[in-house]
């Protein structure tokens, strides 16, 4: 059974920077599209990075702020997060992905673990 720990969140200022971690256990990890996704308050859930085969893949609204990597050793995905914003404020999730085609949506596989919450104070 396929298991996410996401783990590294917590209260930064504007501007600063947070490294999340994703421990994924329970399946061949290398072998895995991963994606992080976030849930602010009253929204719905969002996918902000993907790492796949293909390379990374970025929302507009984290591009160029946000790099998401892989540790095939650790079975982790961390999410570097730069230059964070208020709007950035969620809990944040990962999750093995899926598309049925390139230039489809990515879709999440799996059940969703705990979250780790980020809080960005302006």
């Known amino acids: 059974q396929v298991q996410f720990v996401e783990s590294g969140g917590g209260l930064v200022q504007a501007g600063g920077s947070l490294r999340l971690s994703c421990t994924v256990s329970?399946?061949?990890?290398?072998?895995?599209?991963i994606g992080w996704y976030r849930q602010a308050p009253g929204k719905q859930r969002e996918l902000v990075a993907v790492?796949?085969?293909?390379?990374?893949n970025y929302a507009d609204s984290v591009q160029g702020r946000f790099t998401i990597s892989r540790d095939n050793v650790m079975n982790t995905v961390p999410l570097q997060m730069n230059s964070l914003k208020p709007e950035d404020t969620a809990v944040y999730y990962c999750?093995?992905?899926?598309?049925?085609?390139?230039?489809?949506?990515?879709?999440?596989?799996?059940?969703w673990g705990q979250g780790t919450q980020v809080t960005v104070s302006s």
């Open positions: 329970g399946s061949t990890f290398k072998l895995k599209d």
């Open positions: 999750n093995t992905v899926a598309r049925i085609s390139d230039g489809a949506a990515w879709l999440p596989l799996r059940a």
């Open positions: 790492i796949s085969d293909g390379g990374t």
